[in-house]
Structures are given as structure tokens and as C-alpha cells.
């Protein structure tokens, strides 16, 4: 499998997990793309009214399409989620949600992989 190439830093720490996982295209039968939607949810507020937790929410749509017809082959839809604590200083806050979203394109990708073993006789 062919993942398309990253464009962002999210979609980078997907593909580079998904190699990790499925290996490197070599004579590649299949192409993937994959549309990531992350959101972010104010989890916990403290008593002066900060959020003090966050939780990422991540959705990954795949489409795995066959490369000879250049044909959708299978389409799939995983879901998961993480958190990070804030704090009183920004640079943590930041190394702390950068760490959240390393770790639910990590999650992200584990599930594609899970849904394309299950659905592998689809395709």
C-alpha cells in the first residue's frame, strides 16, 4: 500500500506509523489518501475558569483505491482520542498538545491498520 504524501505535521506522523506498521511500498498494488479531522475539547476547568485539560479528537476517513484501475477499493472511517494537561506556562502546554497529536496519529493509524486486516477480503 501506496499512502499519499503528507502535507502536514499531523498527516506525516500518520503515514510515517502506517509504514511502520504496513512496511514500505516496494511494487505497491494499492494507493491510500487519508483525510484527518482533529478537534479540540476543553476537558476540565479549574476554579478561576481555565482549562486546565484538553482531549484531541481524531478522525481519519481512508480511501484504499487499486492503482491499475485507479478504482476505490475498499473506504473506511476510524476514530479515537487523547488528551494533555495545560499549564502555567505556554511552552509546556504546547510540547504537551504537540505530544497529543504525535500520539492520536499513532492510534489513528493502529486502527486503519486493525480495519484493513478485518476488511482484507473486501479487497
Known sequence: IMVDAPTTKNSFDLVARLEERLGRPQAPVYGMSVA??????GLAIS????????N???????VLRDLRTDQ?????T?????AYSASAQPVSTLAAERDAQTRLMT????????DL???????
Do not use: H, M, P
Open 36 to 41: 484527518l479531522k482533529v478537534e479540540e475539547k
Open 47 to 54: 476554579g478561576s475558569n481555565d482549562i486546565t485539560r484538553y
Open 56 to 62: 484531541l479528537l481524531g478522525e481519519a476517513v481512508y
Open 72 to 76: 476505490q477499493a475498499y473506504k473506511g
Open 78 to 82: 476510524v476514530n479515537t482520542f487523547t
Open 107 to 114: 492510534a489513528l493509524a493502529d486502527k486503519i491498520t486493525t
Open 117 to 123: 486486516l478485518i476488511n482484507s477480503g473486501k479487497f
